[in-house]
T-cell receptor, first 113, second 113 residues
């Protein structure tokens, strides 16, 4: 039982490059989330998927797209990376949206030069 | 909108000292409240939670009581250890935030031997 896994762990991009961050959970959770963590800012929600087949914008969605590929997988795509997207990205999942505990992956540290 | 305010760090304590990290919130309705902990290089883990007024969440010697009258959920531990060094996040989940978690900015705790 691996919980929430994310790949890659580290990535360096040049401005304008694209990439996809992968996330998978093996807990049969309905809801999945992408956050970014910046110094002094806490965690901010980028996108979430309340259930398979649905996605919605969070607090800071600009410059990102997501795909809920199936119940297990939820990917985050940067189409044209910018230095402002340098951050640590966390994927999380929960049984359902709401008061339930969210389980977090180990994070992806992204640097955009 | 919903928000969480927690004391800014860093907080530096000696081993066996008493810990308090203050957290207050603003929310519509009756939120659930959480404390998450992030150890260096890792994702967030749920430390404790409370789902209604006057509930006390506890885990690993940490406690927090849901105080509706003061809209607070302060984290306490009677005797900290070096292994408690981490970043602590207060969070809420409420209907006004579409059921998603709203995080405080985090408080970094360093415990010296």
């Amino acid at each position: 039982n691996a919980g929430v896994t994310q790949t890659p762990k580290f990535q360096v991009l040049k401005t304008g490059q694209s990439m996809t961050l992968q996330c998978a959970q093996d807990m049969n959770h309905n809801s999945m989330y992408w956050y970014r963590q910046d110094p002094g800012m806490g965690l901010r929600l980028i996108y979430y998927s309340a259930s398979e087949g649905t996605t919605d914008k969070g607090e800071v969605p600009n410059g990102y797209n997501v795909s809920r590929l199936n119940k297990r997988e939820f990917s985050l795509r940067l189409e044209s990376a910018a230095p402002s997207q340098t951050s640590v990205y966390f994927c999380a999942s929960s049984e359902q949206r709401g008061a339930n505990e969210q389980f977090f992956g180990p994070g992806t540290r992204l640097t955009v030069l | 909108g919903d928000s969480v305010t927690q004391m800014e760090g860093p907080v530096t304590l000696s081993e066996e000292a008493f810990l308090t990290i203050n957290c207050t919130y603003t929310a519509t309705g009756y939120p659930s409240l959480f404390w998450y902990v992030q150890y260096p290089g890792e994702g967030l883990q749920l430390l404790l939670k409370a789902t209604k007024a006057d509930d006390k969440g506890s885990n690993k010697g940490f406690e927090a009581t849901y105080r509706k009258e003061t809209t607070s959920f302060h984290l306490e531990k009677g005797s900290v250890q070096v292994s408690d060094s981490a970043v602590y996040f207060c969070a809420l989940s409420a209907g006004g935030s579409q059921g998603n978690l709203i995080f405080g900015k985090g408080t970094k705790l360093s415990v010296k031997p």
